[in-house]
């Protein structure tokens, strides 16, 4: 981490944008697992995601993105096929 | 150079007048409603370019000044009392992200009781604040400090509080030099902000969340900034010096380098405390003054150096610090001196909510001294004066 002569005055952000470089994945206590066979790519996880964390690709998800996934766990309560499972984090 | 007769209220927004600032956001508050009042009408009248925000409260006029300031504005305000104590959450904003506003204090009692006149009790209690501040003794310093609170605050960028007795000099009208507008354009010069927040070509964040993570390492940057404001002070007032003939230090002697006994006091005292000096000495007792005018960042080698030959110190505090032992500037000169010096330090909390303080009084102060430089024997190190 870095020292208090190498970051800007006063906790400015300088660097517009920068927050991509918080992974906030590191706060999660339990992990989202998705079943392949169950999914029905209804996106309804991706519209619920509050983090972006859901990845669209060609209109079918392609992962989870654990770097910025909290482990909120809307997701698994909103699917309707109940393809996703809550894991704990280890 | 001009010679003008005005109080000290008038005189702020005289120098606000000539500083012209980019915007001031203010609210009014006795004694010190007469400077924005006043300022108010300059703007009114088209001499100046500032924006003038009237706020509905000091929480807000604060809040303005500091987005004003992050917008990269030059900004000005002034407050007093139950003002700056509203002002409470917000004052501390300023100083760490290094935004360089300045607010005059027309220093004023806290209630309650309730009580509209002088003590320091206001500022006092801001002194962990992060402003840098600085006490004038009269009109003249009033509108001096003002000016170099400026380039103060530029230079350091960290807020500023210049502050002086409320009623006592804000009210009081006095032979006044002001320099020419020119002079006080060139002397501050042009304010170019490091990152302004209307910089649109290159968008900063101020005041994110800051965890345990990182927010020590910003305080550390904040102590080394205050560090560094001490030199500024001094450098500053060597300039001005030039423009004005007029020197400004972090404090200054009166016949204290030949000095048994010492007063130390803060604003309008030290006028009172110099007849008082003047009238030990025609009775051959060696008494001297040391008036301090920065109180942050705390001057503490120039007192060292100041009180070197002083075998007793009388620390003058118009506020007091309940529960502590002594008021805060005696506490603060106790702490300087511990180890460095072998005088005998005591406190005198006078003039609260106004009480007058007069020369017979100091005098006294300097009999009390006197005698424990002369037995070693100190009966209270903390003692009311003039209290009934």
Request: glycine share 8%.
């Amino acid at each position: 981490m870095k020292g208090w002569k190498e970051i800007p005055e006063g906790g400015l952000i300088l660097e517009p944008g920068n927050s991509i470089g918080y992974k906030t994945g590191s706060w999660r206590s339990q992990k989202p697992i998705r079943n392949e066979e169950k999914c029905s790519h209804c996106l309804i996880c991706w519209a619920y995601c509050p983090d972006s964390a859901i990845i669209v690709e060609n209109k079918k998800i392609k992962e989870i993105d654990y770097n910025y996934c909290k482990g909120c766990g809307i997701c698994a309560n909103e699917c309707p096929k109940k393809a996703i499972n809550m894991e704990e984090e280890k | 150079m001009k010679v003008l007769g005005m109080n000290g209220d008038t005189a702020v927004a005289y120098a606000m007048k000539q500083i012209n600032p980019d915007v001031v956001a203010g609210y009014p508050i006795t004694p010190q409603t007469i400077a924005i009042e006043k300022f108010s009408e300059y703007v009114a009248d088209g001499e100046v370019d500032t924006e003038f925000v009237a706020t509905e409260s000091e929480h807000s006029a604060m809040s303005a000044c500091i987005g004003a300031s992050a917008a990269g504005g030059r900004v000005i305000t002034s407050t007093a009392s139950a003002g700056l104590a509203f002002m409470w959450e917000v004052l501390y904003i300023p100083a760490p992200l290094r935004l360089p506003i300045v607010m005059n204090v027309m220093n004023r009692a806290l209630s309650a009781p309730i009580n509209i006149h002088c003590d320091h009790s206001d500022s006092m209690g801001a002194r962990d604040s992060g402003w840098i501040q600085i006490h004038g003794e009269n009109v003249q310093e009033g509108y001096d400090n003002l000016i170099q609170a400026v380039k103060i605050a530029e230079k350091a960028r960290l807020p500023v509080m210049p502050c002086f007795d409320g009623f006592i000099v804000s009210h009081a009208v006095e032979r006044l030099e002001v320099l020419d507008d020119k002079n006080v354009k060139d002397f501050i010069g042009i304010y170019k902000p490091k990152h302004p927040l209307l910089d649109i070509k290159h968008p900063i964040t101020y005041g994110p969340f800051d965890l345990y993570d990182y927010y020590m390492e910003h305080k550390r940057q904040q102590h080394e900034a205050m560090e560094n404001a001490l030199k500024i002070v001094k450098d500053v007032g060597k300039e001005y010096m030039k423009i004005s003939g007029r020197n400004y230090d972090t404090l200054s002697k009166y016949k204290l380098d030949d000095a048994d006994i010492a007063v130390i006091a803060l604003g309008s005292t030290a006028g009172t405390a110099r007849v008082a000096v003047d009238n030990m000495r025609e009775k051959g007792i060696n008494a001297g003054l040391l008036k301090l005018r920065l109180f942050r960042p705390f001057p503490r080698e120039d007192i060292i150096n100041a009180l070197k030959n002083v075998k007793v110190v009388a620390v003058m505090d118009r506020s007091d610090s309940f529960g502590s032992f002594g008021a805060p500037l005696f506490s603060e000169v106790r702490s300087a001196l511990f180890r460095k010096s072998n005088a005998e330090i005591v406190n005198y909390i006078y003039g609260l909510g106004g009480r007058d303080i007069t020369v017979k009084d100091i005098e006294g102060v300097f009999k009390d001294i006197k005698e424990i430089s002369k037995t070693g024997k100190v009966k209270n190190y903390v003692s009311y004066l003039g209290v009934r």
